[in-house]
């Protein structure tokens, strides 16, 4: 599994957001600006995490984007299962994956299965407040 550009530059604005907001929202230009992100890519982003509620969106003069709970609120599997669509390692354990028929004798399936949670636990034990936190963002590169 390999976390996408998309779902690494969602998690930076999702922080960016967090840090800068204060509840007000926030141009995108300044998000992009800040974040070093194309402002067109950027725009897919911000609409794919509007469609799943996680920022609210306002147009016009001191419009821009903003977080709709507290940064502790938010999970990074929250933010990446959206982005990524999925955070299975291997494509039989995919959400609406058809059955595998060798499923019933594989050998491996255990494993993959043990790593799927490990990496979905991982990712949501961990919120947008987390990486605010200064030790954290040491210790983490996204």
Known sequence: MKI?????YALRV???????SGGNYIALKEIA??????????????????????IEG???KGGGYRLN?????????DVLRITESDLAPVKCLEKGAESC???DNCRTIAVWREFD??????????TLADLMNEEVINDYVI
Not at 4 to 8: D, E, I, L, V
């Open 101 to 103: 028929p060798l499923a």
């Open 33 to 54: 600006s800040r974040q070093d992100i194309s402002l067109k890519y950027l725009e897919s982003i911000m609409t794919a995490l509007s469609k799943a509620g996680l």
């Open 117 to 126: 949670k490990l990496i979905n636990d991982f990712f949501d034990s961990k």
């Open 69 to 77: 709970r507290a940064p502790d609120e938010y999970t990074l599997g």
């Open 4 to 8: 996408s550009t998309r779902g690494r």
């Open 14 to 20: 999702m922080v960016d957001i967090a840090e800068h």
């Open 58 to 60: 306002a147009h016009g």
